[in-house]
T-cell receptor, first 114, second 114 residues
């Protein structure tokens, strides 16, 4: 499985933007970039995914580098509820042998200060 | 939709006893996944079903673990006999197969084997 590298932890202040980086230098041309987060005592929660273009949804934005070797999850105004572990995952495109697999790494623990 | 429903939320059992964890996926989803989370190993995929058929059980740790999906709305993960090292949080997730979108996870079952 293609690997991702994320900082172990990051800290932010409430109501400020947060940029969570992810490096995936071995990404293949058809890998999707997925982000999930896991709040304390809950299951992982899907946040956003993208392939080549930047993506926006109600939860966050995903900025993908032109060479696709890195991406950044952007939370525009952090709230206390955003404190969680954020996982960046590469998912092979449909038709691949293991296209269904989501392999979770250790993620980034985001702390939001009031 | 109520999301992915898992039961029980907590289970405490004695070593050697049989444990059955239950999952109801989101209606219409045709892929179902069982994950296990521990501090040491993080989130691990145990088994994957597509259209009620087990596709990949390579993550099942040993023969004491078995999973079934008798119909599209129900799956079980059974451990017999249970051991203290099986203590973990077990998550069920569902999704549309052949879609690049995200999985929906349940809230998990926290299993403690004493």
């Amino acid at each position: 499985d293609a690997k991702t590298t994320q900082p172990n932890s990051m800290e932010s202040n409430e109501e400020e933007p947060v940029h969570l980086p992810c490096n995936h230098s071995t990404i293949s041309g058809t890998d999707y970039i997925h982000w999930y987060r896991q709040l304390p005592s809950q299951g992982p929660e899907y946040v956003i995914h993208g392939l080549t273009s930047n993506v926006n949804n109600r939860m966050a934005s995903l900025a993908i580098a032109e060479d696709r070797k890195s991406s950044t999850l952007i939370l525009h105004r952090a709230t206390l509820r955003d404190a969680a572990v954020y996982y960046c995952i590469l998912r092979p495109a449909l038709g691949g042998g293991s296209n269904y697999k989501l392999t979770f790494g250790k993620g980034t623990l985001l702390t939001v200060n009031p | 939709d109520a999301g992915v429903i898992q039961s029980p939320r907590h289970e405490v059992t004695e070593m050697g006893q049989e444990v059955t964890l239950r999952c109801k996926p989101i209606s219409g989803h045709n892929s179902l996944f069982w994950y296990r989370q521990t501090m040491m190993r993080g989130l691990e995929l145990l088994i994957y079903f597509n259209n009620n058929v087990p596709i990949d059980d390579s993550g099942m740790p040993e023969d004491r673990f078995s999973a079934k999906m008798p119909n599209a709305s129900f799956s079980t993960l059974k451990i017999q006999p249970s051991e203290p090292r099986d203590s973990a949080v077990y998550f069920c997730a569902s999704s549309f197969a052949h879609s690049p979108g995200g999985y929906t996870f349940g809230s998990g079952t926290r299993l403690t084997v004493v």
